[in-house]
């Protein structure tokens, strides 16, 4: 298992401020070696960290996730039970993820998340923000009763994962290729970063497989944009919803299994983050509870017209 790979490796490795340039580096560069058998790639770290964040943006940007995770629990549990619909109907379109006011500062947090590196690091909880507003595209469909408005609103909620996605990849792949220049490799001693590897070492490096630019966020857009097209066409079509329905089963599977995977071969195994993707698994569960419970009311009333 690669956690407890990492732990025999940790006992090996420089101290944490040469930790923190593996795990910021952007440009590694590669030079001649004079052993090309036992070291026949040598790189060293060629780009200077501009530093972290002081801790309070951490602070700011760990409480707004908080409270965005806090509300969209409670908005799925009231949809559940069915009490205070009408009321949530139109407010819960303002206060999920996904929505015109909260994604414009998700984006920006992941923006700026590369130096966000203290108490909430966004190279360990990035991923989690960005699940999160996956399963709120997912879960929540605007009821706009103008189909422009509607259009421009999920045009808008596309655009947003998307340079979402782009943002986490720029925080996360210096992470992963850092990681792998430590656990990977060997120190040789020419300066602090230079390292000695048996095999190239490519961009996200080779040990995590998860971005955020992937087949998970393509479904989630190709949800968005069925739902864009039932509206246009008229939500009679089977074919089409049939379509939906399957895209959005797909994305929840998908962002389960990446939350799993997250879970199991994160480098970083606390019990925050764990926490963190736990949490987009209890969101999950809950999206499924409210999907067999309206398949369970649709059968009964389909059963007791029939026996009219």
């Known amino acids: ?35 090309p058998i036992n070291c026949p790639y040598h790189y060293y770290c060629d780009s200077t960290y501009p530093g972290n964040h002081p801790p309070y943006v951490d602070v700011l940007a760990f409480l707004f996730t908080t409270a965005l995770y806090l509300v969209t629990l ?12 009408t009321y949530l109907r139109e407010s819960k379109r303002y206060l999920q993820p996904s929505g015109p006011v909260s994604l414009p500062l998700i984006l920006l947090v992941l923006a700026k998340g590369s130096r966000i590196n203290t108490v909430f690091p966004l190279s360990c909880f990035g991923p989690a923000i960005l699940q999160l507003l996956q399963v709120s595209a997912l879960t ?6 103008k189909d422009v408005r509607y259009a421009f609103l999920q045009a808008s909620t596309i655009s947003g994962i998307l340079h979402a996605s782009l943002y986490l990849d720029s925080i996360i792949l210096p992470y992963y290729t850092g990681f792998d220049a430590l656990v990977s490799s060997t120190f040789s001693g020419e300066c602090p970063t230079c390292v000695c590897r048996k095999e190239v070492l490519v961009v996200g ?7 955020g630019w992937s087949l998970t966020t393509f479904l989630v857009i190709g949800v968005l ?8 066409t008229g939500e009679n079509k089977s074919k089409i919803m049939s379509i939906k329905t399957l895209l959005e089963s797909l994305g929840l599977i998908l962002i389960t299994v990446d939350c799993i995977y997250l879970i199991r071969r994160s480098p970083e195994q606390s019990l925050m983050r764990i926490a963190a993707f736990g949490g987009v698994l209890v969101l999950i569960c809950l999206q499924m509870i409210k999907k067999m419970s309206a398949q369970m009311i649709q059968w009964h009333s389909a059963h007791v017209k029939l026996d009219r």
């Open 225 to 232: 944009c069925s739902r864009i097209l039932c509206r246009v």
């Open 140 to 145: 929540f469909d605007s009821r706009i009763d």
């Open 205 to 211: 490096g080779r040990l995590i497989r998860y971005r």
């Open 74 to 85: 409670a908005i799925m549990v009231v949809d559940i039970s069915r009490r205070g619909r």
């Open 1 to 35: 298992m690669l956690y407890r790979r990492d732990l025999a490796f940790r006992s090996e490795w420089p101290s944490e401020d040469v930790q923190a340039i593996f795990f910021k580096c952007v440009r590694w560069q590669v030079e001649d070696t004079m052993d």
